[in-house]
């Protein structure tokens, strides 16, 4: 097996198991770790790469929230309503 996806997936679950613990933070811990560890030379990619990590991971926890019937959908959509608009203009 390649190097680089054995240090990818051990980062990954670094991550994971960080997040776990804390809560948050995944892009934080993620973007050094594909820099230095697993060896992603453009920092743009690292940045992108781990946004779409965390974007997939907190699509997989609302899906599961909202079948639980946990979601307060009104006030999470006057929260990410103005969080798209602002992340579009930004």
């Known amino acids: 097996m ?4 054995v240090a990818a997936a051990l980062s990954g679950a670094v991550v994971a198991l960080l997040l ?4 948050g ?11 230095y560890v697993v060896g992603v030379s453009d920092a743009h990619v690292a940045i992108g790469t781990s946004a779409a990590a965390v974007a997939v991971n907190a699509a997989v926890g609302l899906a599961a929230q909202a079948r639980a019937g946990r979601v307060k959908w009104p006030c999470a959509l006057t929260f990410g309503a103005p969080g798209l608009v602002g992340s579009l203009v930004g």
């Open 25 to 35: 933070g995944g892009s934080v811990l993620a973007t050094p770790l594909l820099l």
């Open 20 to 23: 776990t613990l804390f809560g």
């Open 2 to 5: 390649d190097a680089s996806l």
